[in-house]
């Protein structure tokens, strides 16, 4: 069996300062090292620059193969009359290396379709970002025993549009919506139910694929739980909301990814 490297992404939402980028930054440094997981930093993009200053500033040997610098979400558009957005070719110049895609705040907050996250993750594709694909099934939906139709469909747009090679070497990350923020974690089982079922759903495409591809579990994760979570089979490491933005707890998370 491939040996999936652990991965722990940080995403910072809409939170912190110029200071606090830059601070979180180099406090997750002083502990990090060549075995940790590699740590994927998602902070607003205002504040992209700032991390990656403190990025280049830090004389870290072990750095560029552990610390990533990852995007919460891009354009589908390369360039244009398009007001406000970020282009996938701008985030690679910014020094990204990762966006976040399909998280479920952009579905309900800002009307993105799963035509729409289709689109960005080719876009991301295009300019070699490494997407980090969320999904994942609302409460009414898990309810109703529909959770792995949810995976499957958000899986076969994907494909529909963009192909099955196009998820080698991309990330995808099981957020079920009823655990986001909630403080209602999903139990291990319930996670490797479905992280299992997304492996296998992307193995009959391509083994290849499924087995390399890493699988997060995101919400509500915390010191508490994670090493349960972490521990499952097909659970490669968390994607994680405000704990990241607590560099002792992220930092404790980073470790047992690791140890698990």
């Known amino acids: 069996m491939t040996q999936r490297r652990p991965m722990v992404a940080g995403n910072w939402k809409m939170n912190g300062d110029a200071n606090l980028a830059s601070a979180l930054f180099v406090e997750f440094t002083k502990q990090l090292s060549a075995e940790s997981p590699e740590v994927v930093l998602c902070p607003p993009t205002i504040y992209l620059g700032s991390v990656k200053q403190a990025f280049d500033a830090s004389e870290l040997d072990f750095k560029s193969s552990v610390i990533k610098l990852g995007a919460q979400s891009v354009s589908e558009y390369d360039k244009g009359a398009y007001t406000g957005e970020i282009s996938a070719s701008m985030l690679k110049d910014s020094g990204c290396q990762y966006v976040i895609i399909g998280h479920s705040e952009r579905r309900n907050h800002f009307g993105e379709t799963s035509d729409v996250i289709a689109e960005k993750f080719a876009a991301a594709k295009e300019k070699g970002l490494i997407p980090i694909l969320c999904m994942g099934e609302s409460a009414e939906e898990r309810?109703?025993?529909q959770t792995f139709n949810v995976i499957s469909n958000e899986i076969d747009t994907i494909i529909a549009r963009n192909g099955i090679n196009a998820f080698d070497k991309a990330v995808i990350?099981?957020?079920?919506l009823w655990a986001i923020g909630t403080?209602?974690?999903a139990?291990?089982?319930q996670a490797?139910?479905?992280h299992g079922f997304i492996r296998k759903r992307l193995l009959e495409g391509?083994?290849?694929i499924g087995e390399n591809i890493r699988i997060l579990y995101g919400g509500s994760v915390t010191p508490s739980n994670a090493a349960d979570l972490f521990a499952q089979p097909d659970v490669d490491g968390g994607?994680?909301?405000g704990v990241s933005l607590k560099p002792t707890d992220f930092l404790s998370l980073c470790t047992i990814a690791m140890s698990v």
Do not use: F, K, R
């Open 192 to 194: 490797q139910e479905v």
């Open 206 to 208: 391509s083994p290849s």
């Open 239 to 241: 994607l994680i909301g």
């Open 143 to 145: 309810g109703a025993n």
């Open 187 to 189: 139990t291990p089982e």
């Open 183 to 185: 403080g209602n974690s």
């Open 173 to 176: 990350a099981y957020e079920p």
